[in-house]
């Protein structure tokens, strides 16, 4: 298989501060998640990718051809940024209509990929609105419109799911996976682990700038579950749940908060700490107000990851 | 029957249109976002009216018997010489016209762009920094040829007709190249000066200060300087003061200062390269960092 993106030693730095740190990594066509963190060194890695920064070392290719200074592998190119970027006196089409002419479309061309990429992403109705008038969702479903307009054979989206909607999420989804299934190769970045579970299997875990681990889902899934995960229950019989738990062997830790009727468990199973609950619920008239994970954000399994 | 298409992906097999024009776009889009603006286009044609002015003086200076009430006593205004065609190109109110509409329609050329991070946007695509700033530069040279070449060529080509004979033109033969040659050094300072603005602020109005504040600000300096050191020389550190000075170099006529006109040309030329240069330099630094 030809493979689509190449990164070989790559390395950027902001002064003293690291960007990314001695990346490989090949990205076959499919679809790859890049998942870490605020601040891991997604954009950065992306920004590379897509001509805007040079690497201070190592270099990027994009089917075999590098990619600093060469313009002509950016016909071949989507990028989604994760920062509104609009001319926001133009309306939607317009916006559409000037990027695509960038690539060498003939008016008419243009005006039809514009028209073709906001029928994908459901625009079509308010194309015509200026973009000063657009809401958050349809922000970014306009950027994600002008990265999709010209076809192209690699697509990079930056956190492209944020601030949508469940329907649009669903949609842009669609999308995503239809390109997919065209035999394009697209690199998406996020945070929240459910948005990436989603779209694809083929994970990469980016965290202060390097990339910690590499691989399917259930891989990810194993190497987060060995971390110890807060759970917190809060129940009017808070001390009978504890109680009915306290045996349980993958328990390593238990905090009341009586002020607000509430108990924090500390578990490296997950999955059997849910099933008991499951269990208990059913067998007994215990009554649940509310379950949270104090600690279910990416950072805590990246810290934990990283031996922090 | 119509066959009904699923809305979803369709690959697309046209060809790619290899143009080299890949700054045209971008000048497209800024002059629709020029227009498109709030009493631009009303400012835009009173500052023609300069030009319908001076395009009466020909059609008068070709029949002074007609208008002998009007001209007597004014003849020197009614002489069409290379002098003439300088004074329409270094008038205060031509300057003014130009930069209250480049205020309008040319601040947010960069700084719009670094505001809404658009710069990304175009350099992920097959598009060079050089022609995204020509594409920008493209605006400003728009407007300021629409108000400085065309309408100094026009009434060049006035004067001909009017006359019905080649005797101006001989008269006068490099007069055109002349006209030409000055309108071009007006581009030039013009874009680099507002390309220069909008690359120093994010904010349009922080830029529109700018453009005003340094063009107001060089007149008050060079009259502190002047009664200071009471010297000719103050002259260059006005910004109209170094354009008529050149101006009067290119039609070679006397110039209005005391000193000599590649003085001006100089220092006009190097403030347009220290522009490219920043402008150069502020683009690039456009990394946004997550």
């Known amino acids: 298989m030809r493979v689509a993106i190449e990164a070989r030693n790559l390395s950027r730095w902001y002064g003293n501060v690291l960007g990314i740190s001695e990346i490989n990594l090949e990205i076959n066509p499919g679809i790859t998640a890049l998942l870490g963190p605020n601040g891991a060194g997604k954009s950065t890695f992306m920004k590379i990718l897509t001509g805007q920064l040079k690497a201070n070392i190592g270099e990027a290719r994009i089917f075999g051809e590098k990619v600093w200074n060469n313009t002509h592998i950016f016909r071949h190119l989507g990028f989604c940024p994760e920062d509104d970027a609009f001319y926001e006196d133009l309306s939607g089409f317009e916006f559409l209509c000037g990027l695509l002419s960038l690539y060498g479309y003939s008016q008419a061309e243009a005006r039809g990929r514009a028209r073709q990429a906001l029928d994908l992403v459901e625009l079509s109705d308010v194309g015509g609105r200026q973009v000063r008038s657009y809401s958050r969702g349809m922000r970014q479903r306009i950027k994600i419109a002008q990265a999709i307009a010209h076809d192209p054979d690699v697509l990079i989206l930056d956190e492209p799911l944020s601030g949508l909607d469940p329907l649009s999420k669903r949609r842009i989804i669609k999308v995503i996976k239809e390109f997919k299934n065209a035999g394009k190769t697209i690199v998406v970045s996020s945070h929240i682990l459910p948005e990436v579970e989603a779209l694809t299997s083929e994970i990469i875990l980016i965290h202060q700038g390097k990339i910690i681990a590499r691989g399917d889902i259930y891989f990810i899934r194993d190497l987060i579950d060995t971390h110890p995960h807060m759970i917190r229950i809060k129940s009017p019989q808070f001390r009978q749940l504890a109680k009915s738990m306290a045996s349980e062997d993958y328990l390593l830790k238990m905090a009341f908060e009586p002020e607000n009727q509430a108990v924090v468990f500390e578990t490296h199973d997950r999955d059997r700490f849910f099933n008991r609950l499951n269990e208990l619920l059913l067998s007994s008239p215990l009554v649940i107000d509310e379950i949270t994970s104090p600690d279910d954000n990416l950072q805590a399994v990246f810290d934990y990851l990283v031996g922090k | ?290």
């Open chain 2, 1 to 290: 029957m119509t066959s009904i298409r699923e809305k979803g992906y369709h690959h697309w097999e046209g060809q790619f249109l290899e143009k080299q024009r890949t700054f045209w776009p971008i000048t497209r889009t800024g002059l629709k976002l020029a227009f498109g603006r709030k009493h631009f286009k009303l400012f835009y044609t009173f500052s023609f009216i300069p030009a319908v002015v001076y395009a009466v003086i020909i059609y008068i200076s070709e029949r002074l018997e007609d208008f002998k009430s009007i001209s007597q006593g004014a003849e020197k205004i009614f002489q069409i010489n290379p002098n003439f065609f300088k004074s329409y190109l270094t008038l205060d109110i031509l300057y003014f016209a130009i930069l209250l509409l480049m205020s309008i329609g040319g601040a947010g050329l960069l700084a719009d762009d670094f505001r809404h991070k658009a710069v990304q946007l175009y350099f992920a695509r097959p598009l060079t920094k050089a022609d995204y700033l020509l594409g920008k530069a493209g605006v400003v040279i728009f407007f300021v040829g629409t108000l400085t070449l065309i309408p100094a060529v026009l009434l060049y080509l006035l004067k001909l007709l009017f006359a019905g004979s080649f005797g101006f033109f001989l008269a006068y033969p490099g007069l055109i190249l002349s006209i030409i040659a000055c309108s071009l050094f007006l581009i030039l300072f013009f874009t680099a000066f507002v390309l220069l603005a909008s690359s120093l602020s994010n904010n349009r109005n922080y830029v529109i200060s700018i453009i005003f504040g340094l063009y107001f600000f060089s007149e008050i300096l060079r009259g502190i300087i002047s009664v200071i050191f009471r010297s000719p020389l103050s002259a260059l550190f006005s910004i109209t003061a170094n354009l008529k000075q050149v101006a009067a170099g290119f039609f070679q006529v006397k110039p209005p200062y005391d000193y000599p006109w590649y003085l001006s040309f100089l220092l006009v030329s190097l403030f347009c390269l220290l522009s490219y240069l920043v402008i150069k330099h502020k683009v690039r630094g456009v990394e946004v960092i997550k």
